[in-house]
């Protein structure tokens, strides 16, 4: 199905992506887990051709993406839909119709200048809100609602697309714990009754392990752990990270409950203090 090939990318003598092999043989859900800088970001704006590769192929269906240029690269782009940390909403749009950009590659920039969506568009856009529990918003500018609200929004643009692939760059950074659950629900629901490969970068140990059936760890742009969510022991998360034996996946939670009880803990300390 998806097929990554010794992907390399340098900027100057940095080399951000080293030589990154990964076979996608079906339909899943996929985390990519490492500290900052590790290559994750680069690798995924690679497989969606917005950032070119130095070397190596991406493969989808046996056919050479990293060779396609032009319409027939736009088309891959629509294929192969992105989902951004900072949501990439039009601010002032109402939100259907940053929903309905997500066909651009079908009906044309002059619908969106006009808005002259045709009528199946727009009925295709509010079902996929509803589903997203987000349709009462539609007549709403994307800027009045909340972070998780809009990146439900941003969703539903990369479904408007019907993708066979999502990949979603750092889909819950900027996210609470309640609406970071949200969205992962979300995108696994979608993998699940859509058939759809979701690729994500995750900033959480156990995000991944929740949500993910397949998880790759990237450090210094290789791949040094490709497994399941079981495989994912501390002492091999402590390897893709690079840390010491004072790593603490807790830092890095997006449970409710270990943020509770950070905010406990933080609350004890500084009552501590006081005495």
């Known amino acids: ?3 990554i090939e ?4 340098r900027f100057g003598d940095a080399l951000a992506v080293d030589r990154v092999s990964l076979s996608v043989a079906r339909p899943a859900m996929i985390g990519v887990i490492g500290r900052s800088g590790a290559g994750k970001s680069t690798l995924l704006r690679m497989v969606n051709r917005l950032t070119e590769p130095s070397s190596g192929r991406v493969l989808f269906e046996g056919r050479d993406v990293t060779a396609l240029r032009g ?3 736009r088309g891959w782009q629509a294929s192969c839909a992105m989902i951004f ?3 990439n909403l039009v601010p002032r749009l109402d939100v259907v119709s940053n929903v309905l950009h997500g066909a651009l590659h079908r009906t044309g920039t002059l619908a969106a200048l006009f808005h002259l969506w ?3 568009d727009i009925r295709r856009a509010m079902g996929l809100l509803d589903r997203l529990g987000v349709a ?3 007549a709403k500018r994307a800027e009045a609602l909340s972070g998780g609200q809009q990146q439900r929004v941003a969703i539903a643009r990369a479904l408007m697309q019907d993708p066979k692939v999502i990949l979603a760059d750092e889909p819950i950074a900027s996210l609470d714990p309640v609406n970071a659950a949200t969205v992962m629900d979300a995108l696994r629901r979608i993998h699940e009754e859509d058939g759809r490969t979701v690729i994500a970068n995750l900033h959480t140990l156990d995000t991944a392990r929740r949500y993910c059936d397949r998880i790759v760890g990237m450090r210094a742009g290789r791949v040094v752990f490709d497994g399941t969510p079981e495989q994912l022991t501390r002492g091999v998360a402590r390897d893709i990270y690079g840390a010491d034996d004072s790593f603490s996946e807790a830092a890095t939670s997006t449970a409710i409950e270990t943020a509770w009880d950070q905010a406990a803990e933080a609350a004890r300390r500084e009552a501590e203090a006081l005495v």
Do not use: C, V
Not at 6 to 9: V, Y
């Open 71 to 73: 319409r027939e690269r």
């Open 85 to 87: 940390q900072q949501f």
């Open 118 to 120: 045709p009528e199946a």
């Open 6 to 9: 010794a992907l390399t990318r």
């Open 136 to 138: 009462a918003h539609a």
């Open 1 to 3: 199905m998806l097929e």
